[in-house]
């Protein structure tokens, strides 16, 4: 999972999705991989707007990137190379290959495999306690991608 | 032939061996590939743009938003949701680019709103119509899928879904779910009425430059015709109002029914029900 997938993915429990600590998730045992892609400078430009920066900030710290700058890059800062190289390198090429994501609101725990985050939920959701839908989730859990 | 979604759910249908199945053959690329580039026609897309691929199965679309040459507004950014672990597992073999989530559509859409730029779905939504447990609806499913999709696409934001309805009840049904999410909807039939057709359930996130309504998406494009359902709706509408209490076709009612009632009452000719003259 990449990180700006991270920081545009929410809790999919709906009574999470009132509550703003279900955003962002958060990362726990991640490991991370670094994946070469083509740099493409008007994507960056055209994502930052959306970007939730204090989610980036939040995760970033998690993923072990402490060096982000306070506030967003705004008007003339987005036409520096260096900074949309920066992000481009933060934000398309880190990916999480194994661990799993953690809603603050509900801790319901979402496995990442290969990359892959299981959002499928048990379909009871929401009415039983935590610990029994993580093992429901477990079992749920699909055998080839293990 | 008898359709996959009577057959099983779609994480079960789409195990190791269909997934591998289908991923390699020539002709459902081939399918593949045509429904995307028509897609990707009529979501209209100048930049590279982030895209949600619903029921991205092994990244065949997806393949194509990544690679789509600069002149035509890609290389896209692309996150996949699909149901089937076993089509997820071949997408990394093939190591596509996109960003891939093991997900129900049906359990809604988790992301923040106004994520997207547009979503695209090739041969996914009809799966909704399919309820595999008793505390789940089509309707349901239905429901919180385009309400999720609805709010992660950012406002002027579109959505392209090709489908195979199994008939036209799951076909108003899907599009009716959609205008219930409060999307803008039409829907494009490729080669109506042949083997090969194809439909594309078009919708719009209001606030966009689209001009006018939902038929502005096709300006431009050649050889599409527009039925506009609209006004039919709206003339028989009108033609079939209620009889007023007075006019001919109240009075024939009111006869038959005292007919009926076994009164006497007197046999219709032309002036039954006509207005007298005023007299002088």
Redesign the interface.
């Known amino acids: 999972?990449?990180v700006?997938?991270a920081n545009?993915?929410?809790?999919?429990v709906?009574e999470c999705k009132t509550s703003p600590t279900s955003?962002p998730l958060h990362f726990h045992d991640a490991e991370l991989e670094q994946q070469e892609?083509?740099f493409?400078p008007?994507?960056i430009r055209?994502?930052i707007p959306?970007i939730?920066w204090e989610g980036l900030r939040v995760t970033a710290n998690e993923l072990g990137f402490p060096s982000l700058p306070e506030s967003k890059p705004e008007g003339e800062a987005l036409n520096n190379e260096q900074t949309l190289q920066d992000l481009h390198r933060l934000l398309?090429e880190t990916q999480v290959m194994e661990g799993k994501l953690i809603c603050g609101n509900c801790g319901h725990e979402y496995m990442i495999k290969?990359?892959?985050?299981?959002?499928?939920?048990p379909?009871?959701l929401g009415k039983r306690n935590i610990i029994n839908q993580q093992e429901v989730m477990l079992a749920n859990a699909?055998?080839?991608?293990s | 032939m008898s359709r996959p979604e009577d057959v099983l759910p779609p994480d079960l249908f789409y195990n190791d061996n269909e997934s591998r199945k289908y991923t390699t053959s020539s002709r459902i690329r081939n399918i593949q590939a045509d429904m995307t580039n028509r897609a990707l026609d009529l979501l209209d897309l100048k930049a590279p743009s982030l895209i949600l691929d619903v029921g991205c199965g092994s990244g065949l679309s997806g393949e194509i938003l990544s690679d789509l040459p600069s002149e035509e507004g890609g290389p896209h950014t692309w996150i996949g949701m699909d149901i089937s672990p076993s089509m997820l597992d071949v997408a990394l073999q093939r190591d596509v680019e996109g960003d891939l989530f093991l997900a129900d559509i049906g359990q809604g859409v988790p992301f923040r709103p106004g994520t997207f730029d547009a979503a695209i779905s090739i041969s996914a939504i009809q799966w909704l119509c399919n309820a595999e447990t008793s505390d789940v609806s089509p309707e349901g499913r239905l429901r919180r899928f385009f309400e999720g999709l609805y709010a992660s696409l950012r406002r002027g934001g579109r959505a392209v879904c090709q489908f195979y309805p199994k008939n036209d009840t799951q076909r108003s049904m899907i599009s009716g779910a959609a205008m219930k999410a409060g999307f803008g909807a039409g829907i494009l039939e490729d080669d109506p009425g042949t083997k090969n057709s194809k439909l594309y359930l078009v919708l719009t996130v209001g606030g966009g430059g689209l001009q006018g309504d939902i038929t502005g998406v096709v300006n431009g494009m050649d050889d599409v015709n527009v039925l506009d359902a609209r006004k039919r709706a709206m003339e028989l509408n009108n033609a079939k109002g209620p009889p007023q209490k007075g006019d001919r076709a109240w009075i024939m009612k009111k006869k038959d029914q005292m007919e009926r009632k076994g009164k006497v009452v007197k046999s219709n000719s032309k002036y039954t029900g006509r207005k007298r003259r005023p007299a002088f």
């Open positions: 999972m990449k700006i997938t545009f993915v929410t809790c999919a709906k955003f892609l083509n493409q008007e994507f055209n994502i959306r939730d398309m290969e990359g892959i985050a299981n959002f499928l939920l379909s009871h699909p055998s080839s991608l």
